[in-house]
């Protein structure tokens, strides 16, 4: 192996590792929902609820309560992804490296593509059968509010809670429309290179996305239409066996990385790993899939 560290603490590492992590997992805003507390606790599984649309009622004979229904929805904890890696004596004694840019960012990397993946792989037709067809040359701010009408008047989903979910391709022929006359001089928008809202929609933007063998560009969708779950994996043995253990939770996600930190011995190595223990499932059929071509 050609690596070095040294001189640091697993702590700093973690620390070093939030904002990338916040970058990396945005899109799970798009998606993600409101757990309850047993997200924390042990088993395979965590159980969500989302409500039913309710419908309205005449209220002008009395205020006879309508029934309301929840849909429970478990989601299986089957997916314990990370990546290790081993330094030996020699490597950590000649040279520092720039810690975030060449050690942690590529390690998580390999986590969110892998994370990506499989939640990519339940936008299906099987799963999401409404589609809109568009190139991403041809894509524009015209063809979301097209959508999101979709969204409404076909598919009935809330008008709050929701987003569009693309890859580079498609991001970047909607931030070319900032260029227009509808969006003149030099704006925030322009020189960051941020997609605002458009019709109700937060655009999210991820490279760990694919066509899915489906010709997939995009998803847009209720937050309901794809649930996420994740865990803190218990490391009480790893800590009692003297691995230093750190926990982050990426802000507003309840999202879970763990680092730890150990020596082996007999190999001569210093190791430091990172690791995500995550579930997702198909919630309801609140999404659109934008794609080049129907098969």
Same mark, same amino acid.
């Given at each position: ?22 970058? @990396? ?9 409101? *757990? ?16 039913? !649309? ?16 929840? +849909? ?10 990370? *990546? ?7 490597? $950590? ?33 099987? !799963? ?9 040359? !041809?894509?524009? /701010? ?8 979709? @969204?409404?008047? +076909? ?8 987003? *569009? ?31 605002? /809202? ?13 066509? !899915?063998?489906?010709? @997939? ?13 994740? $865990? /803190? ?16 939770? #990426? ?8 680092? $730890? ?18 579930? #997702? ?7 659109? /899939? ?6």
């Amino acid at each position: 192996m050609s690596n070095t560290i040294a001189g640091a603490y697993l702590a700093q590492i973690s620390q070093m590792s939030l904002p990338s992590l916040t970058a @990396l997992f945005a899109p799970v805003q798009a998606f993600t929902t409101d *757990f309850s507390d047993d997200i924390s606790g042990t088993g395979e599984s965590v159980t969500t609820r989302y409500a039913a !649309n309710p419908v309205a009622a005449d209220l002008s004979s009395g205020f006879t309560p309508s029934d309301v229904s929840m +849909t429970a929805k478990t989601i299986s904890l089957s997916n314990y992804f990370g *990546f290790v890696a081993a330094f030996t004596d020699v490597e $950590r004694s000649k040279s520092l490296i720039d810690l975030p840019r060449l050690f942690i960012e590529p390690m998580l990397q390999a986590i969110g593509t892998k994370f990506f993946a499989t939640v990519w792989d339940l936008v299906t037709e099987a !799963n999401f059968a409404t589609y809109y067809t568009s190139t991403a040359a !041809n894509f524009d /701010r015209s063809d979301l509010i097209d959508i999101s009408a979709t @969204l409404t008047g +076909t598919l009935k989903a809330p008008k709050m809670d929701r987003a *569009f979910l693309c890859d580079t391709s498609f991001y970047g022929a909607l931030l070319k429309t900032l260029n227009s006359a509808e969006f003149p001089g030099v704006i925030a928008e322009k020189t960051e290179g941020f997609v605002p /809202r458009v019709s109700g929609l937060d655009i999210y933007q991820s490279s760990e996305i694919d066509g !899915n063998s489906e010709y @997939l560009g995009g998803f847009a969708a209720h937050k309901s239409a794809l649930l996420f779950a994740g $865990r /803190r994996v218990n490391a009480d043995g790893a800590a009692q066996a003297g691995v230093e253990v750190a926990d982050v939770v #990426v802000p507003g996600l309840n999202l879970p990385v763990q680092f $730890r930190r150990w020596y082996s011995p007999n190999d001569g190595q210093l190791r430091i790993s990172c690791g995500l223990l995550w579930g #997702v499932a198909k919630g309801t059929g609140m999404g659109v /899939r934008v794609v080049t071509q129907h098969a």
